[in-house]
């Protein structure tokens, strides 16, 4: 939590495009794929876990960039000079969102596949 105040405080008193690449927030890695036509039944479910779990993950992250960057435009708002950010950090913020959420629904998509294709496999 400390580390997060810090670094809100260093993103107001030099906010630059790199805002999303500086971030605390901690972008998720997806899942590998799972071959469903290979796969067996405990893969399967692992991999519907390890879905979940960076769906999850990815839902957290992009809220975390959302606070973040909440939090920046509060904070330069409340400054005394009441310095403006850098009309580039918004659309960097929300370009590792949608990138973010592109990643999710490919492996949701990816997932539905393994499964349409082990159900064909047992029937």
Do not use: W
Not at 41 to 53: H, I, N, P, T
Request: glycine share 2%.
């Amino acid at each position: 939590m400390l580390r997060k105040s810090i670094l809100i405080s260093i993103f107001v008193l030099g906010a630059t495009p790199a805002f999303a690449d500086m971030s605390s927030c901690y972008e998720p890695f997806p899942p590998a794929a799972v071959d469903g036509s290979t796969a067996t039944e405990k893969q399967m479910k692992s991999a519907l876990s390890d879905v979940k779990d960076f769906i999850k993950a990815s839902d957290d992250y992009q809220t975390c960039m959302n606070s973040e960057f909440i939090a920046m435009q509060k904070k330069a708002k409340d400054s005394k000079d009441k310095t403006p950010i850098d009309p580039s950090v918004a659309p960097a913020v929300q370009a590792k969102i949608d990138a973010n959420q592109k990643l999710k629904e490919r492996v949701g998509n990816e997932y539905n596949t393994a499964v349409a294709a082990y159900k064909a496999k047992h029937p």
